[in-house]
């Protein structure tokens, strides 16, 4: 079995223990929940699977409930309902092969937006499995916001699987994620982009490093801002350490890739301690007409 077909079948199982889950966790700040299963599961005599009493117990008190609707589920397959999970906008081609942004017509060969034409980005590619909109921004907020963790492993696995299409993986070092400035992690707890790199890490099998890149600097959130705003927000906002990263090729993970004026700084910063080629992995990619 080679590398890519393990890597492949560990995220099939990933998105198999996701469905299992019935009870939204809350692990610790700032870190993924690896705790192992309790170890005290055992066979009966049937053959049966026993499950632990505490189990059996969460189960009744918090049944299984859509994390967007809030409707109760009849099986904890995912952490939507058949509604809501129907909803979530999947990013289609034909899509930009610079910045992943997606295209109006069909198109047969490699081509890129007018912006990235007319003002190229510093990362190679970006790609990401959903389109930040409607329902999948929901999602989104109540992951970044209101630490629905299940969502960000939901999140992580479907980010993975679009890698594996996408990226060429056997080429890639390390995964980075875009930081927090330290302060602002210190007041949220938790750096989104973070918690979804090592998620995905641990999924693509390659190593991660958390603090290669660091933003130096306060910025004020970019949400209202135009495309020439954000370049100029964020602008010297990032700095790598060479010694960690020289000559390597990286996959630069965050929630949602909106201008790419986040990842176009970082990718800037990243070549200049040495780094070979950056490529962007996120969740979500809003379109154009949310980048004015």
Known sequence: MDQRTAVSEKISREAVRLARFTVQDRPQVG????????????????????????????????????????????????????SCHGALSPALAPCCQRCGVGLAGAYDLKTLCARCRDHPLAFEKACAPLVYAGVVREAIHGFKYHGHHRVGRWLAARMAQTAQRELPLAQIDLILPV????????????????????????LLQI????????????????????????LHNVHGAFRARRRQIADRRVLLVDDVLTTGATAHT???????????????????????????
């Open 31 to 82: 870190k993924l929940d690896s705790r192992p299963e309790n170890p005290s599961t055992s066979i009966s005599s049937h053959g049966m699977l026993i499950v632990p009493m505490w189990k059996c117990l969460v189960a009744l008190l918090y049944p299984p409930a859509c994390l967007l609707c809030h409707r109760r589920l009849t099986t904890a397959h995912a952490p939507f309902c058949e």
């Open 179 to 202: 930081p927090m400035y330290w302060l602002k992690q210190r007041l949220k707890g938790v750096n989104p982009a973070a918690f979804l790199a090592q998620a995905a890490s641990q």
């Open 207 to 230: 190593p991660y490093v958390g603090g290669a890149l660091r933003r130096i600097r306060w910025t004020p959130t970019q949400t209202r801002f135009t495309r020439r705003q954000r």
């Open 266 to 292: 970082c990718a800037v910063a990243l070549q200049e301690a040495g780094i070979k080629t950056v490529f962007v992995l996120t969740a979500a990619r809003a379109p154009h007409d949310e980048n004015s």
